[in-house]
């Protein structure tokens, strides 16, 4: 697996990164911080778990996630509205 890191970004102690993680910029990585595999860091950040493009807490990343399997069914929620309005 690899990770890039670019920059004069440092890193702190404990930290794990998952394979294909991309850090970019003069940056910190806080100490114990966790970042799971693909995720892609624009910014510093403080110890915790962060997932994604950009990297958010896991917490979000997962609402986030949530929220777009739910778009399938919202988009045919509106088709229908729009047709009994006529629009």
Do not use: C, D, N
């Amino acid at each position: 697996a690899q990770t890039g890191i670019s920059g004069s970004t440092r890193v702190g102690e404990r930290v794990m990164m998952g394979g294909q993680v991309g850090i970019v910029g003069h940056l910190e990585i806080g100490e114990g911080t966790m970042i799971a595999a693909q995720s892609g860091v624009s910014k510093s950040l403080p110890g915790g778990v962060w997932f994604g493009y950009p990297a958010v807490p896991l917490a979000e990343a997962k609402r986030q996630t949530a929220w777009i399997h739910r778009l399938g069914k919202l988009f045919e929620r509106v088709k229908q509205i729009e047709k009994k309005l006529g629009l």
